[in-house]
């Protein structure tokens, strides 16, 4: 049974961090690239990282350039995302996503984890 499980969310003051995990299982977690998308009530699912199937290459969004460091490690089945310098306008439903680097089609969806940042 394929399952991303997201954690690490809460409530964060502006300005502090938190590091968010999406454990892998039911699939070969190696062969495929991860990604982190986050939500807000009203507007689309926004894509915030991504990182490669062996952890080489990684992207950001400019809104969170600089902040947020994505990361894996495949001997853990686990991705990563370190949010730094929070803002309150990070705050959102944070979710994992899995896409296989040969089957695009084979994609999975985490149930999503909440952060929210309010002094």
């Known amino acids: 049974q394929v399952q991303l499980v997201e954690s690490g969310g809460g409530l964060v003051q502006p300005g502090g961090s938190l590091r968010l995990s999406c454990a892998a299982s039911?699939?070969?977690?190696?062969?495929?690239?991860m990604r982190w998308y986050r939500q807000t009530p009203g507007k689309e699912r926004e894509l915030v990282a991504r990182?490669?199937?062996?952890?080489?290459?990684?992207n950001y969004a400019d809104s969170v350039k600089g902040r947020f460091t994505i990361s894996r490690d495949n001997a853990k089945n686990t991705v990563y995302l370190q949010m730094n310098s929070l803002k309150p306008e990070d705050t959102a439903v944070y979710y994992c996503?899995?896409?296989?680097?040969?089957?695009?089609?084979?994609?999975?969806w985490g149930q999503g984890t909440q952060v929210t940042v309010s002094s």
């Open positions: 990182i490669s199937s062996a952890g080489g290459s990684t």
């Open positions: 039911g699939f070969t977690f190696s062969n495929y690239a």
């Open positions: 996503y899995a896409q296989n680097v040969v089957l695009a089609a084979l994609n999975y």
